[in-house]
């Protein structure tokens, strides 16, 4: 049987500290499944086909540095419960990143529910690196809409992509 992996978030937008976590935990499992919540309530700067693009040519294009064996890596978007979404796709492990303290009361009691939900599914938590543990997409998003460089914490095709987008909204406004 395949140790299958799901990494769910809504990576509005992926950053180095995510795809950091996508290399780290594909070396866990056969296959993991970057999951992409469509997360409406965020109300999210790329929509959901935009951020499982931007995810899928940055995993391709990413220099990765690893003397571990990885895993294949697969982008799929889901709109409904978490947990239905992995029974859908026969995982047995979530992963989940955490950045900081702070992180770990959320994520704890997610865990605790999901656990409750379906109890076959393991939660595996992985901290971030210590470079990239300040790293947050809304503080990515506000950097680069207040004009700031966002290219130390995002992939180059994503930089590449808000600053398109900018511009377009920018022109969209004149």
Known sequence: MKRIALYPGTFDPVTNGHLDI???ASSLCEVLIVGVAENIGKNPFFNISQRKS???EAVNTSDIKSKRKLGEIKVKSFDNLLIDFARSNSVTMIIRGLRAVSDFDY???MAGMNARLANDIETVFLTASERHQ???????????????????????????????KKNTEIKLKT
């Open 107 to 109: 994520e704890f009691q």
């Open 134 to 164: 300040f790293v947050a997409s809304k503080f990515v998003k506000e950097i680069a809409l207040l004009g700031g460089d966002i290219s130390s914490f995002v992939p180059p095709n994503v930089d590449q992509a808000i600053e398109n």
């Open 22 to 24: 996508i290399h780290r």
């Open 54 to 56: 931007l995810i899928e």
